[in-house]
């Protein structure tokens, strides 16, 4: 019988994604999310790409009997934690919230998968729990930091994880540092779609590319890079799915816990994204220099050797298939 993945934040950016990749790879998924930053027809999408129904359960990570439900009701093998909230700005006015959710939310979950004896989790971590990197390109071993709330509720996730798997040696975690996740799935059916001024990059673009928002601010020139704007490894999310599934895959047949960054080790600067959109989208795009953002960092970029060694991770899509892939969700959302 097919092995079962619970997903929770299943119907996300990245969550909607992994499912695809799990259910081409033959695992049986289930979701888990409280669609507070997903829409509900995700599901139907889902279900046009993989040809075969969906099952998700509407509900909050920090609900503890719906999670004592959902393990009673399927025999889940593993579970991959998407589920939090990630506006590094709003982390910063809103700490209760995002203490409760990411931090709380994975105390929850680990607690129910206890009972349920599940002790295979994937956890979806971040680059930015290096807070300001010291090497590039960076390993897992560098030191770890935080320059915000977010990345501290990052840290702190990945250190309570460290603890609990001293405890027992049953837990397998894979935690999954991603670097810039972007572009979309090739059938232009799912991809990122914030509801508001988005946070990151190419959805701000293409926001620009779409018309809904007028022009991109690039937030400082001046920084020590090739252009000198800010550099970041951005990795395809197709690319990074099909590195949850060989996370999953290896901590089932291995029965053992691994940290890798997920990143294509290639680092591409604000006005090189911007330049890639153009061409996609076949237009010029305006933008204005503006002073830097306090807390950014001028570069960072992925050591991606750990993954591909220990999982066999590669990245195969490049920065025109990102965007070329973004232009195809974002200008058929509008158009329908
Ligand atoms: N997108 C990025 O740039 C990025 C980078 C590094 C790490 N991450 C991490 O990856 C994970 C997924 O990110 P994403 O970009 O797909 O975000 P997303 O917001 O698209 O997906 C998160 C999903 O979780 C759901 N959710 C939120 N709170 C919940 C709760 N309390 N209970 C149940 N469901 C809940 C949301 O409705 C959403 O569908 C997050 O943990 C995020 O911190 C994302």
């Known amino acids: ?30 979701i888990l999310d409280n669609f507070s930053n997903a829409r509900p027809d995700v599901l139907e999408r889902l ?5 075969a129904p969906v099952k998700c359960y509407t509900g909050d990570v920090l609900d503890a009997a719906l999670l004592k439900q959902v393990f009673a009701e ?13 506006a590094v700005g709003e982390s910063v006015m809103k700490p209760v919230e995002y203490l409760k959710t990411n931090v709380s939310g994975l105390i929850n979950l680990v607690d129910a998968m ?39 509720t990052k840290l702190v996730c990945e250190q309570s994880l460290e603890q609990i798997a001293i ?18 799935h090739e059938t232009g059916l799912i991809g990122e779609d914030p509801n508001d001024i988005p946070n990151n990059l190419m959805p ?28 970041r490894d951005y990795i395809h999310v197709v690319d990074l799915a099909k ?17 890798v960054n997920l990143g294509t ?37 992925a050591d991606p050797s750990k993954a591909q060694a220990l999982l066999g991770f590669e990245t195969t899509r490049d920065l025109d298939d990102m965007c070329l892939s973004s232009w195809n969700w974002v200008s058929r959302r509008i158009n329908t």
């Open 1 to 30: 019988m097919a092995e079962t993945v619970l997903l929770t934040g299943g119907a996300g950016y990245i969550g909607s994604h992994t499912y695809c990749e799990l259910v081409a790879a033959g695992y049986s998924v289930v």
């Open 47 to 51: 279900e046009l790409i993989t040809g």
């Open 74 to 86: 399927n025999s889940i093998d593993a579970v991959i934690h998407f589920a939090a909230l990630k």
């Open 114 to 152: 206890k009972d349920a004896s599940v002790w295979n989790l994937v956890f979806s971590s971040s680059a930015t729990v290096y807070g300001e990197p010291e090497v590039l390109p960076i390993p897992e071993d560098s030191p770890r930091g935080y320059t915000n709330t977010y990345g501290f």
């Open 167 to 184: 405890s027992d040696e049953r837990w397998a975690f894979g935690i999954l540092r991603y670097f810039n996740p972007a572009g979309a």
């Open 204 to 231: 701000y673009i293409a926001k620009v590319a779409t018309g809904e928002l007028e022009c991109l601010s690039v937030f400082g020139n001046d920084y020590d890079t090739p252009d000198g704007t800010g550099v």
């Open 243 to 259: 590195g949850h599934v060989q996370s999953v895959r290896s901590l089932l047949e291995n029965r053992k816990g691994h940290t």
């Open 265 to 301: 080790g290639t680092g591409y600067s604000v006005l090189d994204m911007l330049h890639a959109y153009e061409r996609a989208c076949e237009k010029e795009l305006p933008y204005v220099i503006v002073d830097r953002r306090p807390g950014d960092i001028a570069s960072s970029y």
